[in-house]
């Protein structure tokens, strides 16, 4: 009788063991609050990366944001690129955005954002540059030209934002660049003219002003702008019908996706649908008609990082929607369009922070986690495989 109990405990365990041993790609597999199923593959990991950006279907930057760049291929081959420039490290600030220029094919160039000093980190501004990216066997930058540096430096080591994003081609932005400067957690200067703080820059190519930027006529500083009234966008990204959006992060709640439009003021640090931290209320964007009001506005909170839109073969049903990492809500959170309106439609959660999406020419979704020990992963249609 003893024997037939220990057998029969036996053939359970073994059955037991090959359901669990079977099935690793179970672990990998996330439902999404609707049911739809994504799987994930890890390729890589990273100690706090920043950014993913690729270069083609099967190679990509990453930057991680104490000071490296790095090439790395979709297997999880990757190499670190010399020869790039010392940032300032500490807080959220660091080595940030990487970008390539729309004719990375015929010139090999690639923008980076970073944070610098020029008092030993007294004082802190985000900056960007332009390099060449010579890949070989021991990749590095070369032909470093500086593009553009947030003015004034000031204290403090949060809300650089930094993001940074071409105009599609064919469109009326075709080679401007267009960065996100964050408000430095100094507030008011996102509604001054004559700062950079919580404003979105645009720029040519190659760190000129055009000359139709909408704020001509509010001193030199303000040429450069394109918007204004931003506290920290983290995410920014063309649709399809080539409009520009942003992710923001809200005080005490109130995230904000944004329609990014040509001379608007986007209300901060006047209005917002959060608090500030301290529980002193803020207006709403409704009080003031004269401000922005955000697309989506999220409370609680979900703190929005990387945005991207998605198109592709894999996941036919997303086509046109937007693709956003959530930092505190450790998600990816997929927004789509009825009627021209967006509205948040599934919420993918895991356990990590996301820091950056990039949506892959294949149609694969590449997420990097946020932290020390953040994974690079690729995700697929489950109902696919
Ligand atoms: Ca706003």
New binding site residues.
């Given amino acids: 009788m003893r024997n037939i109990i220990k057998n029969i405990f036996l053939v359970f365990l073994i059955i037991f063991a090959s359901v669990i041993l079977h099935n690793p790609s179970r672990a990998n597999e996330i439902r999404g609050s609707e049911g739809t199923k994504i799987h994930g593959e890890v390729i890589s990991t990273f100690y706090q990366p920043w950014a993913i950006s690729f270069i083609n279907s099967e190679t990509m930057l990453i930057t991680t944001k104490g000071g490296n760049l790095w090439l790395v291929d979709s297997t999880g081959s990757k190499k670190t690129v010399g020869n790039v420039p010392t940032v300032s490290v500490g807080g959220q600030g660091g080595l940030g955005d990487v970008i390539i220029h729309p004719d990375f094919a015929l010139n090999n160039l690639i923008y980076l954002s970073y944070v610098s000093s020029n008092n030993f980190g007294f004082s802190k501004f985000a900056k960007v540059i332009r390099a060449k990216l010579n890949i070989n066997s021991e990749p590095n930058l070369t032909e470093i030209t500086d593009i553009w540096e947030q003015k004034p430096a000031t204290t403090g080591n949060g809300h650089f934002s930094h993001r940074m994003v071409f105009g599609p081609a064919g469109s009326d932005y075709e080679l401007d660049l267009f960065i996100s400067s964050g408000d430095r957690q100094k507030l008011t200067p996102a509604q001054s003219w004559d700062n950079d703080l919580g404003k979105i820059i645009r720029l040519k190519h190659d760190g000129r002003i055009p000359e139709n930027n909408p704020f001509q006529n509010k001193g030199k500083r303000a040429k450069s702008f394109w918007t204004i009234?931003?506290?920290n966008a983290l995410g920014l990204a063309f649709d399809s019908n080539g409009q520009l959006w942003s992710t923001?992060m809200g005080p005490k709640d109130g995230d904000?996706f944004?329609l990014i439009e040509k001379g608007q003021n986007?209300?901060?640090p006047i209005?917002?649908e959060g608090s500030h931290y301290s529980g002193v209320a803020i207006p709403s964007?409704k009080t003031r008609p004269e401000?922005?009001?955000?697309a989506i506005f999220w409370v609680p909170t979900i703190a929005p990082s990387g945005l991207d839109f998605y198109e592709g073969k894999e996941f036919p049903s997303w086509e046109g929607d937007a693709i956003i990492g959530g930092l505190r809500s450790r998600a990816l959170i997929r927004i789509s369009f009825n009627d021209i309106s967006p509205r948040e439609t599934e919420r993918f959660s895991w356990s990590k922070r996301v820091r950056d999406v990039e949506v892959c020419k294949n149609g694969l979704i590449w997420v990097i986690e946020d932290g020390n020990d953040a994974r690079l992963i690729k995700f697929s249609n489950s109902a696919k495989s």
């Fill in positions: 009234g931003h506290r923001e904000e944004n986007y209300g901060w209005v917002s964007h401000f922005q009001s955000p």
